[in-house]
Nanobody, 116 residues
C-alpha cells in the first residue's frame, strides 16, 4: 500500500524559507513525484514535479524561488521554498503518479502560512 508522509510546513514571515519533505513507502516510486497546493476557496494546483530521471517542472508563480529535488534511494521528494510570499499560503500536498496502473497517490497535506 502506497503511503506518502509530508513534513516541514509551518508559519514563516514573508521573505523567509521553508523546506518540505515527503517520504514514500509501499512502492518502487518509478513515476513522477510532485507537490501541489490548495489555498482556501481555490482549486488545487501544481507547484512542481520531478520524474525519476530528475527532469523538473514548475508553476510560473514559483520559478526562481522554489526548488524540487528527489532522493530515489529513499523514495523522498523535497521542496525548498525561498523568498516566500503571503500568496504562497496554502495546504501543500505531496503527489505520486504511479505509471502502471495509472494511479495518483496523495499525502495528507501540510499547512504553509506566510505572513507579511
Amino acid at each position: 500500500q502506497v503511503q506518502l508522509v509530508e513534513s516541514g510546513g509551518g508559519l514563516v514571515q514573508a521573505g523567509g524559507s521553508l523546506r518540505l519533505s515527503c517520504a514514500g513507502s509501499g512502492s518502487v516510486f518509478s513515476g513522477t513525484m510532485g507537490w501541489y497546493r490548495q489555498a482556501p476557496g481555490k482549486q488545487r494546483e501544481l507547484v512542481a514535479s520531478i520524474n525519476r530521471s530528475g527532469t523538473t517542472n514548475y508553476a510560473d508563480s514559483v520559478k526562481g524561488r522554489f526548488t524540487i529535488s528527489r532522493d530515489n534511494a529513499q523514495n523522498t521528494v523535497f521542496l525548498q521554498m525561498n523568498s516566500l510570499k503571503p500568496e504562497d499560503t496554502a495546504v501543500y500536498y505531496c503527489n505520486y503518479q504511479k505509471i502502471f496502473p495509472r494511479v495518483d497517490y496523495w499525502g495528507q497535506g501540510t499547512q504553509v502560512t506566510v505572513f507579511s
